[in-house]
């Protein structure tokens, strides 16, 4: 590939915008309840736009050229249900931890895998036309910045362990560019339907993490009608980054 330099160096700093979300745990805020609150439920917006409006029906493009309509359809059913019940399993398993610290841990499982298939499509679309890939890179940094405060806040606040936020967060950072690695050496063995699982896995994850973990976590510390206003925020922001983008 003729530009890999150029669209590994694209895909490291779309990944490492992950660490912009930590900024907010560096501030000296007076009303921790409703940072928190309002970090989670924005960052749960963010991860159901994602989830419902990239990763389903990217898994959907790939898996339909495949099988019909019907039988695709069923496949990602399954698989995102799947996804959804393999992070309630492994909420239940961790329920021993603080609940908020437990919310940031699976927060930065589930964007690990979600950044690697995102660091595989930026290398790929920056290597065959920059053009493409700068764009995709440049909206995948700017919701990436939420995800990073999805992973930061609550382990911060929790555990009041900066170091502790920082790593957990860097490690999804630097998941995108592992899949840029991937993508490179080993590319010619994911197929479509193995491409469409993983997304659609993801898709499950996020889902759950998002109303069953981020937006529960966030009702016990501000209010329905706060919930409300940070979560259109969410999808006012990511909404507007697609359309300049």
Do not use: Q, W
Not at 35 to 44: D, N, P
Not at 85 to 104: A, I, P, Q
Not at 144 to 153: F, L, R
Not at 227 to 237: A, E, M, P, S
């Amino acid at each position: 590939m003729n530009n890999f330099f150029l669209s590994f160096l694209i895909t490291i700093l779309s990944g490492l915008s992950t660490m912009i979300g930590t900024i907010i745990i560096f501030l000296n805020l007076k009303d921790k309840n409703k940072v928190v609150g309002a970090s989670l439920v924005f960052s749960a917006s963010i991860m159901l736009f994602i989830s419902f409006f990239d990763l389903i029906p990217s898994s959907f493009s790939y898996i339909n050229k495949i099988y019909e309509f019907l039988p695709s359809s069923l496949i990602i059913g399954v698989y995102a249900l799947f996804g959804g019940l393999l992070c309630d399993y492994l909420s239940k398993k961790n329920d021993k931890e603080d609940n908020l610290y437990k919310v940031g841990i699976i927060s930065m499982l589930a964007l690990v895998l979600h950044n690697i298939p995102e660091g595989i499509i930026t290398f790929l679309s920056s290597s065959k036309d920059l053009s493409i890939g700068i764009p995709l890179a440049i909206s995948i940094a700017l919701h990436n910045i939420p995800e990073g405060i999805a992973i930061a806040v609550p382990i911060y606040y929790s555990k009041k362990d900066r170091p502790k936020a920082l790593k957990y967060t860097l490690i999804a950072a630097l998941s995108e560019p592992v899949g840029a690695v991937i993508s490179f050496l080993f590319l010619r063995n994911i197929n479509d339907y193995l491409f469409a699982i993983i997304l659609s896995l993801t898709a499950g994850i996020m889902i759950y993490i998002a109303i069953f973990e981020l937006m529960k976590e966030s009702l016990k510390t501000i209010s329905i009608k706060s919930n409300i206003k940070y979560f259109l925020l969410g999808v006012t922001i990511i909404i507007l980054s697609k359309i300049i983008m």
